[in-house]
């Protein structure tokens, strides 16, 4: 179970992106700034519609782009992106782990990309189990077929490498294998996995519980703060359709209107 102790919300998201010690040229400075500003500034569309995703940047973890085209020599600009497949805030498909019927991510129905979700708010420390008793009311209230995002407040270490991906809250055996049999649609997490990736066998039993029991996962969310706790929202991921792809880079999102979809 994760310790009661929260991740102190009084520490600056923006001290995350600049860190004595980090010697950062100024094209990284500049991306990481740009980054921060987007997300930040663009997350809520009139208070109703809310962006849940990374900025992607060449800072990434298998991330680069370079210009292909030009307006100046072309007549248009144009650029070749070289994106790991889950890079930023993605979606897995059960290819991933070999999972059930390995399904790609262009196989991911539409269906499944659109619910109605409940959020729980986590108290999370670093390396910390997730178990049930942690959903609160949510573990109540959450329907079959809906969706479950999980608020940690892990993504402001996004741009702190080896805390967001070396010490992430994890998902518990109990929580995974829940999941299935709550019928939950998408499991959405902050941290960039549901599981230590360092441990090859508990990263792998967590993926093929719950891709092998149906839940899609969507990793690396962010702006869950704007959030409700107590009313159901619609959430929606959508990968691109990338032919035989085992996971994709997604546009998250979560719209506060009345809700139009189970």
């Not at 959020?119 to 609160?136: K, Q």
């Not at 999980?150 to 967001?164: I, N, R, V």
Request: include cysteine; charge should be negative; hydrophobic fraction near 40%.
């Amino acid at each position: 179970m994760c310790n009661a102790k929260h991740i102190n919300a009084t520490e600056s998201p923006l001290g995350r992106i600049i860190q004595p010690g980090m010697n950062l040229t100024g094209n990284e400075l500049k991306h990481r700034l740009e980054a921060y500003a987007t997300n930040k500034k663009e997350s809520v569309i009139d208070n109703q519609l809310i962006d849940l995703t990374q900025t992607i940047t060449p800072e990434m973890p298998g991330v680069s782009w370079e210009s292909a085209r030009t307006l100046e020599d072309d007549g248009w600009n144009a650029g070749t992106l070289h994106l790991y497949s889950h890079s930023g805030t993605h979606m897995d498909a059960p290819l991933h782990f070999g999972c059930g019927d390995q399904a790609t991510i262009d196989q991911t129905p539409l269906n499944v990309c659109l619910s109605t979700a409940w959020m729980a708010e986590i108290d999370a420390e670093p390396s910390c189990l997730i178990e049930v008793n942690d959903l609160g009311n949510v573990a109540n209230q959450i329907q079959p077929g809906q969706s479950l995002l999980l608020k940690t407040g892990w993504s402001q270490f996004a741009c702190d490498a080896e805390k967001f991906r070396n010490q992430l809250p994890r998902i518990s055996v109990e929580l995974a294998q829940w999941c299935v049999e709550r019928q939950i649609k998408i499991l959405g997490v902050e941290p960039p996995s549901v599981a230590d990736v360092n441990n090859l066998d508990e990263v792998t039993q967590i993926h093929e519980i719950l891709l092998g029991g149906g839940v899609t996962i969507v990793e690396g969310l962010t702006n869950l703060d704007q959030l409700p706790t107590t009313a159901p929202f619609l959430f929606g991921a959508l990968p691109l359709k990338v032919l035989g792809g085992d996971g994709s880079p997604c546009r998250a999102f979560a719209s506060l209107k009345d809700l139009k979809i189970a």
